[in-house]
């Protein structure tokens, strides 16, 4: 999944906000995924590798791919599912506050590590 593209290639993308990206893309390269206790969100392994993607006739690189995604939760929902780890209180009390917000809560729940039942 990509995003955008956004910034320099096409500054009218809704995503952009006072001429920058409002989602932070795009990212910056990194060689492996680290985990920093005080922002809350990893930083993705990201690599510069040279491969490109052509996307509304720009070329992106890895700078501009969503992770982490899984293609199981997509095909089975026809959906874009994002799917992240929650190492900090900070993260974990965002998904709480989240998932119980009013009419649009979800429960799941994870069986055998192979289904997934509503």
Known sequence: MIHGPCGQLNR???CMVDKTCSKNYPKEYS???LYISDGGYPTYRRPNNGLVANVRAQQVGNEFVVPP???YLLIKYDAHINVEVCSTMKSVMYLYKYVYKGHDAATVEVWNGD???K
Request: glycine share 0%.
């Open 115 to 117: 289904e997934i039942e």
């Open 31 to 33: 060689e492996e995924t």
């Open 69 to 71: 995604y899984n293609p």
């Open 12 to 14: 009218n993308s809704p």
